[in-house]
């Protein structure tokens, strides 16, 4: 069973629209979760992340983590076309920072 | 704002080939990673670097690879003897605490 696992897309949105994305995770023992977004051939980007269960916003991005279903979404609203990038899950494993990553989901808002 | 560097952007080399890439973590940070993401493949971890030594590796991470911190500013990934399944994307990163590891713009490494 894949550690985190990530729906690719892609997904196409209107601008203004509220988007989900999504990622599961198997290993129960995880507790740092995380979201970055890639733009294409570019690095991973930090945009934020939450320690265990709850709800964390910054803006118009809210990371949300539910450790008894083991599901991680991140919301964005008021989607912009600049939001238009890959959206990459991962959580921390192992005592000295090793990321697994989800495949990435790639998300493109039209104006 | 600080930013993590990598050099050089494009790397081509040969099968069997020795490469060295290179990353400048930011200034005050203690922890170095590196990444790779193969085309159109998850971001995969191979190797963390604290206090001058290796902390821990991926089953990537082979005989073939090694890390260096030569002197205090640059962290290095060396491949001895490349091969196809080399070719990918290289990622370095840094933070200070594990949760929030910071990553450079990459380097493409293609492998003929």
């Known amino acids: 069973q894949k550690e985190v696992e990530q729906d690719p897309g892609p997904l196409s949105v209107p601008e203004g629209a509220i988007v989900s994305l999504n990622c599961t995770y198997s290993?129960?023992?995880?507790?740092?979760f995380m979201w970055y977004r890639q733009y294409s051939r570019k690095g991973p980007e930090l945009l934020m992340y939450t320690y265990s269960s709850g709800n964390k916003e910054d803006g118009r991005f809210t990371a949300q983590v539910d450790k008894s279903s083991k599901y991680i979404s991140l919301f964005i609203r008021d989607s912009q076309p600049s939001d238009s990038a890959t959206y990459l899950c991962?959580?921390?494993?192992?005592?000295?920072?090793?990321?697994?990553f989800g495949k990435g989901t790639k998300l493109s808002v039209k104006p | 704002e600080p930013e993590v560097t990598q050099t050089p952007s494009h790397q081509v080399t040969q099968m069997g080939q020795e490469v060295i890439l290179r990353c400048v973590p930011i200034s005050n940070h203690l922890y170095f990673y590196w990444y790779r993401q193969i085309l159109g493949q998850k971001v995969e971890f191979l190797v963390s670097?604290?206090?001058?030594?290796?902390?821990?590796k991926s089953e990537i991470f082979d005989d073939q690879f090694s890390v260096e911190r030569p002197d205090g500013s640059n962290f290095t990934l060396k491949i001895r003897s490349t091969k196809l399944e080399d070719s990918a994307m290289y990622f370095c990163?840094?933070?200070?605490?594990?949760?929030?590891?910071?990553f450079g713009p990459g380097t493409r490494l293609t492998v003929l």
């Open positions: 290993n129960s023992a995880f507790q740092y």
């Open positions: 670097f604290y206090n001058n030594e290796i902390s821990e």
């Open positions: 991962a959580s921390l494993r192992g005592s000295q920072g090793n990321l697994i």
């Open positions: 990163a840094s933070c200070r605490s594990y949760n929030e590891q910071f």
